[in-house]
């Protein structure tokens, strides 16, 4: 049996499809996992046990040149992920494929459920976060240059969002439609979706309420296990005193990022505490020689979160998970897209705080510690860790499973 899980995206994205891989790969699944092809990726999916298929540019590359206002217009980028996926993705399907799972970026879970149209693969797209599933409970996310109109209820804003869909997309997906053989669609979204989507979160983190808009599965998230050891150096440093703060921002090129360690330094500091600097997209570090402060690059969250005081982080669906599960308290800086959602929802639980905007300074970092690092938090973190599930990659596992098998 052979599968193609695919996605488009940073670091984030495409843990969780190595996550649901490494699930397969114990059923003697042959897992093929078109990604970008940077280097940490083919790394990660190698610890899957799933063979990268390098499609596009480097990721890590453009995300940078877009954080720089560089990147490629929108369009320009829409039609540069059809022009390179679909090729990769026909290749696949043609020297055979029995399921298609795609993640991310809109064209690309487009092109692979038309590709999988087109050649009778049984699909299925998942989200890996709430915000873009349509319900008649919450607004659609209003994308940059795509704002909401006002005076609009829920449902009325998901038809909006339905044609703005298909007026940014429908063109580049339906010409590459028509390339390989297929009628056009006049609703791109719907199309894509299915009708029936799989949302990679935790029930107890992120509780999805069923809505008549869209027919949603809910897996639990999609984790890869990690036994990597820490390196020798850091658990020297976390030996050598009490539980540090962890800071890390992902795969996001934070602006100012100089400004945003030095603030993260000081509000440490002013708790009295030590720090651990995750390097991450955003080169954090350091601003002194003080024995306080170490910095790490790759490193394995699931063991380091365990022995941290708290987790200060951007607010991506992976990160939120694993620090919840870890049981320690969190602040959560949102930077972009769904993580303001999650800092809401680390919030509402009390294992945390959400940081206002996205700017760090060392008096709002401080009072935010303040509320994660309150004897009340970190007895709710500690509660709430046990009951997020670790078997959501299993659940999809056997729903992937399910589908290949189906005539």
């Given at each position: 049996?052979?599968?193609?899980?695919?996605?488009?995206?940073?670091?984030?994205?495409?843990?969780?499809?190595?996550?649901?891989?490494?699930?397969?790969?114990?059923?003697?699944?042959?897992?093929?996992?078109?990604?970008?092809?940077?280097?940490?990726?083919?790394?990660?999916?190698?610890?899957?046990?799933?063979?990268?298929?390098?499609?596009?540019?480097?990721?890590?590359?453009?995300?940078?040149?877009?954080?720089?206002?560089?990147?490629?217009?929108?369009?320009?980028?829409?039609?540069?992920?059809?022009?390179?996926?679909?090729?990769?993705?026909?290749?696949?399907?043609?020297?055979?494929?029995?399921?298609?799972?795609?993640?991310?970026?809109?064209?690309?879970?487009?092109?692979?459920?038309?590709?999988?149209?087109?050649?009778?693969?049984?699909?299925?797209?998942?989200?890996?976060?709430?915000?873009?599933?349509?319900?008649?409970?919450?607004?659609?996310?209003?994308?940059?240059?795509?704002?909401?109109?006002?005076?609009?209820?829920?449902?009325?804003?998901?038809?909006?969002?339905?044609?703005?869909?298909?007026?940014?997309?429908?063109?580049?997906?339906?010409?590459?439609?028509?390339?390989?053989?297929?009628?056009?669609?006049?609703?791109?979204?719907?199309?894509?979706?299915?009708?029936?989507?799989?949302?990679?979160?935790?029930?107890?983190?992120?509780?999805?309420?069923?809505?008549?808009?869209?027919?949603?599965?809910?897996?639990?998230?999609?984790?890869?296990?990690?036994?990597?050891?820490?390196?020798?150096?850091?658990?020297?440093?976390?030996?050598?005193?009490?539980?540090?703060?962890?800071?890390?921002?992902?795969?996001?090129?934070?602006?100012?990022?100089?400004?945003?360690?030095?603030?993260?330094?000081?509000?440490?500091?002013?708790?009295?505490?030590?720090?651990?600097?995750?390097?991450?997209?955003?080169?954090?570090?350091?601003?002194?020689?003080?024995?306080?402060?170490?910095?790490?690059?790759?490193?394995?969250?699931?063991?380091?979160?365990?022995?941290?005081?708290?987790?200060?982080?951007?607010?991506?669906?992976?990160?939120?998970?694993?620090?919840?599960?870890?049981?320690?308290?969190?602040?959560?800086?949102?930077?972009?897209?769904?993580?303001?959602?999650?800092?809401?929802?680390?919030?509402?639980?009390?294992?945390?705080?959400?940081?206002?905007?996205?700017?760090?300074?060392?008096?709002?970092?401080?009072?935010?510690?303040?509320?994660?690092?309150?004897?009340?938090?970190?007895?709710?973190?500690?509660?709430?860790?046990?009951?997020?599930r670790a078997d959501g990659a299993d659940t999809a596992a056997g729903l992937v499973l399910g589908m290949a098998a189906s005539p």
């Amino acid at each position: 049996m052979r599968v193609l899980l695919a996605s488009r995206g940073s670091r984030g994205d495409i843990e969780p499809l190595a996550g649901l891989a490494a699930r397969l790969v114990a059923e003697d699944v042959e897992v093929v996992v078109a990604a970008p092809p940077d280097r940490e990726f083919t790394e990660l999916l190698d610890r899957a046990g799933a063979r990268h298929l390098p499609v596009d540019a480097p990721i890590r590359a453009m995300v940078q040149s877009i954080a720089k206002g560089t990147g490629p217009s929108m369009q320009q980028h829409i039609g540069e992920i059809v022009a390179s996926h679909g090729p990769a993705f026909t290749a696949v399907a043609e020297s055979g494929c029995d399921a298609v799972v795609a993640t991310g970026l809109f064209p690309v879970v487009a092109t692979a459920q038309a590709v999988a149209e087109r050649y009778g693969i049984p699909f299925a797209s998942a989200a890996l976060q709430p915000t873009t599933l349509p319900s008649h409970t919450r607004r659609p996310f209003p994308m940059p240059g795509w704002p909401l109109p006002e005076g609009l209820g829920n449902r009325e804003l998901w038809e909006w969002d339905k044609r703005k869909t298909q007026g940014v997309f429908g063109g580049p997906v339906n010409a590459f439609r028509e390339s390989i053989g297929l009628p056009s669609t006049e609703d791109v979204r719907t199309r894509t979706l299915t009708g029936h989507r799989w949302l990679a979160t935790d029930p107890v983190l992120s509780p999805w309420e069923p809505t008549d808009l869209i027919e949603v599965v809910q897996t639990g998230a999609w984790i890869l296990p990690d036994d990597r050891p820490l390196p020798a150096d850091l658990e020297a440093f976390l030996d050598a005193g009490e539980p540090p703060v962890y800071f890390g921002f992902g795969s996001i090129p934070v602006r100012g990022a100089e400004d945003a360690a030095r603030a993260v330094v000081e509000s440490v500091r002013a708790h009295g505490r030590r720090a651990v600097l995750a390097r991450g997209w955003a080169g954090l570090a350091p601003v002194d020689e003080g024995a306080d402060c170490f910095a790490v690059g790759e490193v394995n969250q699931q063991a380091l979160f365990a022995r941290v005081a708290a987790v200060v982080h951007h607010g991506g669906a992976g990160t939120t998970h694993a620090a919840t599960r870890s049981g320690a308290p969190q602040v959560i800086v949102p930077q972009i897209v769904d993580q303001p959602y999650w800092g809401g929802r680390v919030a509402a639980l009390g294992v945390g705080a959400l940081h206002e905007g996205p700017v760090p300074t060392a008096e709002t970092l401080t009072a935010a510690l303040a509320i994660a690092l309150a004897p009340e938090t970190r007895r709710r973190a500690a509660e709430v860790g046990p009951a997020i599930r670790a078997d959501g990659a299993d659940t999809a596992a056997g729903l992937v499973l399910g589908m290949a098998a189906s005539p």
